[in-house]
T-cell receptor, first 111, second 113 residues
Framework: QKEVEQDPGPLSVPEGAIVSLNCTYS??????FMWYRQYSRKGPELLMY????GNKEDGRFTAQVDKSSKYISLFIRDSQPSDSATYLC???????????FGGGTRLMVKP | ETGVTQSPTHLIKTRGQQVTLRCSSQ?????VSWYQQALGQGPQFIFQ???????GRGNFPPRFSGLQFPNYSSELNVNALELDDSALYLC????????????FGPGTRLTVT
């Protein structure tokens, strides 16, 4: 079992839809949870990160962590074609030096 | 504020050769991490450098080595290249005290033939 898992997609939605992207993780010691966006042939861009359980909102993006079920989510409201990218979840080890990534979910937002 | 930069953008090498990739960290960041990303997969941690010392290493063989310089820039060296080394190599830098908060550069795409 991989430490962090994501459905690879692709996930195709119409413009304006609410998007839900999800990850599961296996190590209950993980405390921080990151979301990155990666456009084709580019480096990952840090969108936001949360600590422990709860929600965090930044504009159209909301990150949610449920530590009891080891489940993390990223919601995108009013999705735009420019949101079309691969979304990666990641979590650092306790030393804080290594990020473990999921395989990424490819999102396509159609006009 | 200048972000993380990497050079070269892409390169092609032959199996058995050696390669050096370079990274300049974001202004104010003193920690650099390197990742390998195969096509269609998430990045895999290679190692991290802090204060010019290796600060953690992933499951990569010793032919992957690195350096960090006093200005916090870094190099990744790979010896005896194999076909499976073909990937996007990503450098990330972190602000002091938050090594988990990693900001990535655009990557170097390495093709080994």
């Amino acid at each position: 079992q991989k430490e962090v898992e994501q459905d690879p997609g692709p996930l195709s939605v119409p413009e304006g839809a609410i998007v839900s992207l999800n990850c599961t993780y296996s190590n209950s010691a993980f405390q921080y949870f990151m979301w990155y966006r990666q456009y084709s042939r580019k480096g990952p861009e840090l969108l936001m990160y949360t600590y422990s359980s709860g929600n965090k909102e930044d504009g159209r993006f909301t990150a949610q962590v449920d530590k009891s079920s080891k489940y993390i989510s990223l919601f995108i409201r009013d999705s735009q074609p420019s949101d079309s990218a691969t979304y990666l979840c990641a979590t650092p080890n306790n030393a804080g030096n290594m990020l473990t990534f999921g395989g990424g979910t490819r999102l396509m937002v159609k006009p | 504020e200048t972000g993380v930069t990497q050079s070269p953008t892409h390169l092609i090498k032959t199996r058995g050769q050696q390669v050096t990739l370079r990274c300049s960290s974001q202004s104010g960041h003193n920690t650099v991490s390197w990742y390998q990303q195969a096509l269609g997969q998430g990045p895999q941690f290679i190692f991290q450098y802090y204060r010019e010392e290796e600060n953690g290493r992933g499951n990569f063989p010793p032919r992957f080595s690195g350096l960090q310089f006093p200005n916090y820039s870094s190099e990744l060296n790979v010896n005896a290249l194999e076909l499976d080394d073909s990937a996007l190599y990503l450098c990330a830098s972190s602000p002091s005290g938050t090594t988990y908060e990693q900001y990535f550069g655009p990557g170097t795409r390495l093709t080994v033939t």
